[in-house]
């Protein structure tokens, strides 16, 4: 079984680091809430776990707060072509993880930072890069459901990248990606770690350095051995691939299988979850619109 559940110890170590309690937690969740109740356009009332993973992850700013939970259901009105097939019971999303291992690692880094591993496999046959970043979106999906960390600290080993993934990842892709991480999940990152990196993956790093900003490219990290990895990342919160003490990676993502299908009913729900736009009190302003056409400059990093 793999759980992304914490304890109240680490939930307080969590919202301490931001200066606050698990009471300023408690009321500012149920400010929240209440907010919720009164805009009749949105579909449902979000768990608690959900709505704490978005007040820390904006920093318990309450209009900041609410722009995220208002864009949470609206951008799946927005692009209905994406967001119709996230599914993970879609053999295109099925597609996905045969071409591609994400996992969340269930023991927190330091009892505050979330690692997740991005690694290609050795199979090219039938890449997608919309079902990549629907593997990244189910992600999410359940980590807003059971997770509760400071931040992110990503791991992407490159060993298996070829110029197949290179030449079918497209520049709008990892735009709309780094769109999506910032203003939806309020995603925040510690570091990145690059092990296995090789030239084939200079396109895919040139790629990314146009949509983010150089502060999180500064937090870039790269690795020509495990033994280097280790130095950054406790060897208890490593997969057994690096040396760690956790589980292997395939191990790991079975796991992640039987907690994708635990959340199958949640899945089916997000498919039908939609805002209904006549209830809506007033337009969004034109600073929260989605429009993807635009150059993306920005990946909360701090």
């Not at 919720?36 to 820390?56: A, D, G, R, Y």
């Not at 099925?94 to 690692?105: A, F």
């Not at 890449?127 to 980590?143: K, P």
């Not at 203003?183 to 146009?210: E, F, T």
Request: glycine share 2%; hydrophobic share 40%.
């Amino acid at each position: 079984m793999l759980s992304l559940k914490v304890n109240e110890t680490c939930k307080k170590k969590i919202v301490s680091e931001l200066g606050k309690t698990l009471k300023d937690l408690e009321e500012q969740t149920k400010i929240v809430k209440e907010w919720i109740k009164t805009q009749t356009h949105l579909p449902e009332i979000p768990s608690t776990n959900m709505i704490e993973f978005v007040v820390v992850n904006s920093k318990f700013k309450i209009e900041k707060i609410k722009q995220k939970v208002e864009l949470y259901y609206t951008i799946k009105n927005s692009y209905p072509d994406f967001y119709d097939n996230v599914n993970p019971k879609l053999q295109t999303v099925k597609e996905g993880m045969n071409n591609q291992l994400i996992v969340p690692i269930p023991k927190l880094i330091e009892d505050k930072y979330r690692l997740i591993v991005f690694k290609m496999k050795d199979n090219e046959e039938g890449f997608n890069d919309d079902a990549q970043l629907a593997l990244v979106v189910n992600l999410y999906e359940i980590r807003m459901q059971e997770d509760f960390s400071l931040s992110d600290i990503i791991l992407f080993d490159f060993e298996h990248v070829t110029m197949t993934h290179v030449y079918k990842t497209s520049f709008a892709m990892v735009r709309r990606a780094a769109y999506i991480l910032e203003k939806l999940y309020s995603n925040r990152i510690k570091a990145v770690h690059i092990i296995n990196y090789h030239p084939i993956c200079r396109l895919l790093y040139k790629m990314a350095s146009m949509v983010l900003k150089q502060k999180l490219l500064d937090r870039v990290k790269f690795h020509n051995s495990v033994e280097s990895l280790c130095q950054h990342i406790p060897k208890e919160s490593l997969p057994s691939d690096y040396g760690g003490d956790q589980k292997s990676l395939d191990e790991i993502e079975e796991l992640w299988k039987t907690k994708l299908v635990e959340y199958a009913d949640r899945f089916d729900e997000l498919d039908t979850l939609r805002v209904n736009d006549a209830l809506r009190p007033a337009p969004m302003k034109d600073n929260e619109t989605l429009n993807l056409q635009g150059t993306f400059r920005k990946l909360i990093v701090d």
